[in-house]
């Protein structure tokens, strides 16, 4: 019975690191806006990437608003953009939230 349950066991592991990992041999790239293009040159700047997704992009001016404390306090939704920022969002002082993504589109290419 000890062999059995042992066996179970190994069986059970297998399985696990099977079901785990099923995602990273799909190997298929992202479409849309998690697929990875090349970007301006202020943008890849700014990320320190040549090329990106818009969701890496968005995600990167983020933690840089975060990190630098560059949120209203007074109204969170809105950005007190620094020298860097101005750079990607076209010189504006402040930028709403909802801005960044349209703001950004100028910095990724058009697919046709």
Same mark, same amino acid.
């Given at each position: 019975?000890?062999?059995?349950?042992?066996?179970?066991?190994?069986?059970?592991?297998?399985?696990?690191?099977?079901?785990?990992?099923?995602?990273? @041999?799909?190997?298929?790239?992202?479409?849309?806006? %998690? !697929?990875?293009?090349?970007?301006? &040159?202020?943008?890849?700047? /700014?990320?320190?990437?040549?090329?990106?997704?818009?969701?890496?992009?968005?995600?990167?001016?983020?933690?840089?608003?975060?990190?630098?404390?560059?949120?209203?306090?007074?109204? @969170?939704?809105?950005?007190?953009?620094?020298?860097? %920022? !101005?750079?990607?969002?076209?010189? &504006?002082?402040?930028?709403? /939230?909802?801005?960044?993504?349209?703001?950004?589109?100028?910095?990724?290419?058009?697919?046709?």
């Amino acid at each position: 019975m000890a062999t059995v349950s042992r066996v179970f066991g190994a069986c059970r592991v297998l399985m696990a690191k099977a079901a785990s990992s099923a995602g990273a @041999k799909n190997g298929r790239q992202g479409t849309g806006i %998690l !697929k990875v293009v090349p970007v301006s &040159k202020p943008l890849a700047t /700014f990320i320190g990437e040549n090329e990106v997704s818009r969701t890496t992009a968005v995600k990167k001016i983020w933690e840089y608003i975060k990190l630098n404390n560059l949120q209203n306090p007074e109204n @969170k939704r809105e950005i007190l953009c620094d020298e860097q %920022l !101005k750079t990607i969002f076209s010189g &504006k002082d402040t930028v709403g /939230f909802l801005e960044i993504s349209k703001l950004l589109s100028q910095h990724f290419p058009k697919s046709a």
